[in-house]
């Protein structure tokens, strides 16, 4: 990080906190996630550059904080905006009870443009980072006015979807109120929460000292909170973690503009010519929270072929000596990697020795529930990511394989003497 005017919120969240600084970017911006030390808070700072001043940056950064809290399904409250020509932030009162992560993944963060969208995801974060169940509740319901801002639409379309929650609390939650409530669940949800919450003047009327009118909000509050995700995700169009995991167009997305729309669909029907022109950029892989590895940086196409279900692509190291193998798999949406279809070439030489350490180390990483991204080289977009590797039948030996490492290491010192 370096000095300049700097814009920082500082919050209190109900996940694990990175306890590392990270950097991503968000809506055409460079943010930086500030770590959660003993004795400060955490949060997320930006610097503020020609065309952000404070308070435009400060909107953006809790913009940034509601797709995480989103993407993470949790919730945020900021609880200080401070800045300086450091990122600097509030001390904290306490120095325990925090829980942390060695950091997010912020490879894929949605860009959310609509503007319903954005306070629907503000409002979420907010209800779930409250630890008050009137006031999340509401905000909760506040995410359902979002969405449908017309009541009979909203009221509808809860009682159409009561029965499509399958959160495990909400689920039981409403089997439990059905069973108590006679009449419109979604009428009693308004008339009882949201209604009551808000107005002190008619009746019902939420009580702040009955701890019955509490107990039953806390009850009730899975119901809320599971309609708000549901109409986020369906009517507002921002995926949960769970549904994009599911989906996992995350493999392919970069790649479909690439190819393009008329030769994918040509690709799919199994009518594509063997032979096609095709710009694709020069690539580095690499894996998430591990080191760079040089030979796998910035590789060139070598080879590319026409399969029933995609292509089958051959990238190689600038030296020559590593090929590196994938295949794109647009039937299945799957980017498909086998670590044995690495070719190492030794021509006995000190790089060609290095490039074995390199890549034994990619092999070790991988092994250890790697998650391995395309980027393009040129542009530092990432076009293909996969979710951690889990090594089924098999065992990671961490002994043997730092062994391997330095070998290669150890070989490399010695061509370098030899060749001097």
């Given amino acids: 990080m370096t000095k300049g005017q700097w814009a920082c919120i500082n919050i209190e969240t109900r996940s694990a906190w990175p306890s590392k600084a990270q950097a991503f ?25 020609a065309g ?28 200080h905006m401070t800045g300086g020509d450091l990122p600097r932030m509030m001390g904290l009162s306490k120095g325990t009870g925090q829980t942390i992560r060695d950091q997010l993944d912020l490879s894929d963060l949605p860009q959310i443009s609509d503007a319903r969208a954005k306070v629907a995801l503000a409002l979420m974060r907010e209800g779930r980072g409250l630890n008050h169940p009137a006031y999340a509740f509401l905000s909760f319901y506040k995410v ?34 059905r069973a108590s409530v006679n009449g419109d669940v979604g009428a009693h949800l308004y008339e009882s929460g949201r209604q009551a919450i808000a107005h002190a003047r008619h009746d019902p009327i939420i009580n702040p000292d009955d701890p019955q009118d ?78 760079g590895f040089p030979p796998l940086e910035r590789m060139v196409p070598v080879r590319g072929e026409v399969t029933p279900d995609g292509l089958a692509m051959i990238y190689q190291s600038g030296d020559g000596l590593v090929d590196f193998p994938f295949h794109l798999n647009f039937r299945e949406e799957r980017l498909q990697f086998n670590l044995a279809d690495i070719v190492v070439r030794d021509d006995t030489t000190f790089s ?22 395309l980027w393009d080289a040129d542009t530092n977009e990432l076009l293909s990511r996969c979710d951690a590797f889990i090594p089924t039948n098999c065992f990671l030996d961490h002994d043997a394989a730092n062994a391997n490492i330095a070998h290669w290491e150890a070989l490399a010192v010695e061509r370098t003497s030899s060749e001097v």
């Avoid at 911006?29 to 030390?37: A, N, Q, R, S």
Wanted: charge should be neutral.
């Fill in 352 to 373: 060609a020795a290095t490039n074995a350490a390199h890549i034994a180390r990619f092999v070790r990483d991988y092994l250890g529930n790697g998650e391995l991204q």
């Fill in 144 to 177: 359902l006015e979002t969405a449908f801002p017309k009541g009979r639409a909203r009221g509808q379309w809860i009682a159409e979807n009561l029965d499509r929650l399958t959160d495990h609390r909400a689920v039981e939650s409403l089997s439990q109120l």
């Fill in 214 to 291: 509490s107990k039953r909000l806390r009850a009730e509050l899975p119901i809320m909170e599971a309609l708000a995700v549901l109409a986020i995700e369906q009517r507002l169009g921002v995926q949960t973690s769970q549904t994009r995991w599911k989906e996992h167009l995350y493999e392919l997305r970069g790649w479909k503009p690439i190819i393009g729309a008329e030769l994918l669909a040509l690709i799919l029907q199994g009518s594509c010519p063997p032979d096609i022109n095709l710009d694709v950029p020069i690539l580095s892989v690499r894996l998430r929270r591990s080191e």
């Fill in 25 to 49: 970017s968000f809506e055409g911006y460079d943010l930086w996630i500030i770590p959660i030390t003993t004795d400060n808070y955490p949060g997320i700072a930006v610097r503020l550059v």
């Fill in 52 to 79: 952000l001043n404070r308070d435009q940056a400060l909107a953006l950064l809790h913009r940034a904080l509601s797709v995480i809290a989103w993407l993470d399904n949790t919730g945020a409250i900021v609880t």
